[in-house]
């Protein structure tokens, strides 16, 4: 993987990335739902060393689901969440998939918090897909 680079939503805060991920998976837990606005946080961590940060980030501590404080790093501007760090995983930063300028680079190895995870997201239906919002 060559280097990685991504940004909130307002483009005040980009990253590149100089490493290959240490995980990738889908947190299903309550935080993350709520931290990111849906049923599941899509992340890969990488080695803290290997990530550049350009802008501000505003944190959000809350412990996590090891007990120990989890820093949940967001743009003061738009609030996208970019990253989070565990005080459990000293020197790891996850990096929210949907920050990525190529989310084709994320393949999950894992689900976590799978007994948190929405009903409808296990259902197996067949729902209806559109490329675009429908008329």
Not at 48 to 59: D, F, N, W
Not at 60 to 83: A, K, M, N, T
Request: net charge positive.
């Amino acid at each position: 993987m060559a280097n990685v680079t991504g940004g909130c939503l307002c483009g005040q805060v980009r990253y590149t990335i100089t490493a290959e991920p240490t995980r990738s998976g889908l947190c299903h837990c309550k935080d993350c739902q709520r931290h990111t606005g849906s049923a599941f946080e899509p992340f890969m961590s990488f080695p803290t060393s290997a990530v550049s940060i350009q802008g501000t980030l505003k944190t959000f501590d809350r412990p996590g689901g090891s007990g120990q404080i989890l820093h949940r790093r967001f743009c003061p501007h738009c609030g996208s969440g970019v990253f989070s760090q565990s005080a459990a995983r000293p020197g790891s930063m996850a990096v929210l998939v949907g920050t990525l300028d190529d989310a084709t680079v994320f393949a999950p190895t894992m689900e976590v918090f799978c007994d948190h995870a929405q009903l409808w997201m296990l259902d197996g239906s067949q729902r209806p897909r559109f490329a675009r919002m429908p008329p």
